[in-house]
């Protein structure tokens, strides 16, 4: 083994430790995300978003003492600046920027930082969104379980709605671009539904990106039962009075 290979810490053991502290479904995500880039650049990309979650979550000094004590080295601190560095070269890639540049933080646009909090977003604020005119609640099974990351054979449905009508639909969900094999996905998780839940009423998708891609709104211009939103997020700052 290198040196260099010596000083990267090994990536299950941060799985585990981050879903001992809470973390399981931000791990997951991590574990599981879809990287369309670079295939050798995979593991330290995962390693990038693992340490920017641990960082955020105030765990990061703990994970190094028990899983990584030469991340407090100078080798460490100077791995830890190369997966950084890859994870925001992987964004500024899905923004459609070159890979080399990196905007500072002021240029960046706000992004959700996982699905699960966009997720989530869209679960909490379902009433406002409408589809055709028609508004939206959450799904809610005989069993009591609600539409939200709700299992099927298939995979997980980010979030599974009804519409005023009736009719159910299910939600794709993408944090930046929204790429055309999204169609596929969820057209999957429309014909389960279609089957097992709908019950005779129409099934509709709904794919949400930050930015949808060319290809992407091709592809659903020949789909007319999947709708393509794109989500932008507003960041306001104002001082408050004490008088």
């Known amino acids: 083994m290198s040196e260099e290979q010596k000083v990267r810490f090994s990536i299950k053991p941060a799985y585990a430790f981050g879903a001992a502290h809470g973390l399981e479904k931000e791990v997951g995500e991590i574990r599981d995300m879809e990287i369309e880039w670079d295939s050798s650049y995979t593991t330290s990309l995962r390693k990038g978003y693992l340490v920017h979650l641990f960082e955020k979550s ?121 790429p055309d094999r999204a169609v596929g996905q969820v057209l999957r998780y429309m014909g389960w539904v279609g089957k097992h839940l709908a019950s005779g009423k129409k099934v509709s998708g709904i794919i949400v990106a930050n930015d949808i891609d060319e290809k992407l709104k091709y592809a659903v211009s020949v789909t007319p039962n999947i709708t393509v939103f794109e989500y932008k997020l507003r960041f306001d700052l104002n001082q408050i009075s004490l008088n």
């Open 58 to 178: 105030g765990i990061f000094d703990e994970f190094k003492t028990e899983h990584w004590p030469l991340g407090s080295t100078p080798a460490g601190a100077k791995e830890r600046e190369r997966v950084l560095r890859i994870k925001e070269r992987y964004e500024a890639f899905l923004l459609g920027r070159p890979s080399g540049d990196v905007p500072e933080p002021e240029e960046e646009e706000l992004l959700f930082p996982l699905e699960s909090h966009l997720r989530d977003f869209i679960a909490a604020n379902i009433g406002n969104i409408k589809l055709h005119g028609l508004t939206l609640r959450l799904f809610v099974d005989s069993s009591g379980r609600k539409g939200v990351e709700y299992p099927t054979e298939v995979g997980p449905i980010d979030v599974l709605a009804v519409d005023s009508k009736g009719d159910l639909v299910v939600f794709e969900l993408k944090l930046s671009r929204g």
